[in-house]
């Protein structure tokens, strides 16, 4: 079974930064490009960004510029460091494979205060 686990989240103040995590069990974290994805209050759940297999990275513009993924391939662990954060960055992220699986983790929160 896919296993998801999310953290680093937490509350900051705009122009902060945050480095969140997800552990993903070995089997789909091997052969799978990896993403980040955000829900705000209302919104529906949309990709941040994105990494392959072999490291080629995708952003929404929104973020371009301020937010990075990387992944671990040892360890089974993908990151998405985020500066320069703004309120509009406020929600739930969740990591998945891209495209997602049905199977989602917890997600960590992100509240950025103005």
């Known amino acids: 079974q896919v296993q998801l686990v999310e953290s680093g989240g937490g509350l900051v103040t705009a122009g902060g930064s945050l480095r969140l995590s997800c552990a993903a069990s070995r089997i789909i974290f091997s052969f799978s490009a990896m993403g980040w994805f955000r829900q705000a209050p209302g919104k529906q759940r949309d990709l941040v960004a994105s990494?392959?297999?072999?490291?080629?990275?995708t952003y929404v513009d929104s973020v371009k510029g301020r937010f990075t993924i990387s992944r671990d391939n040892t360890k089974n662990t993908v990151y998405l460091q985020m500066n320069s954060l703004e309120p509009e960055d406020t929600a739930v992220y969740y990591c998945?494979?891209?495209?997602?699986?049905?199977?989602w983790g917890q997600g960590t929160q992100v509240t950025v205060s103005s």
């Open positions: 990494i392959s297999k072999f490291g080629i990275t």
């Open positions: 998945n494979t891209h495209p997602p699986t049905r199977n």
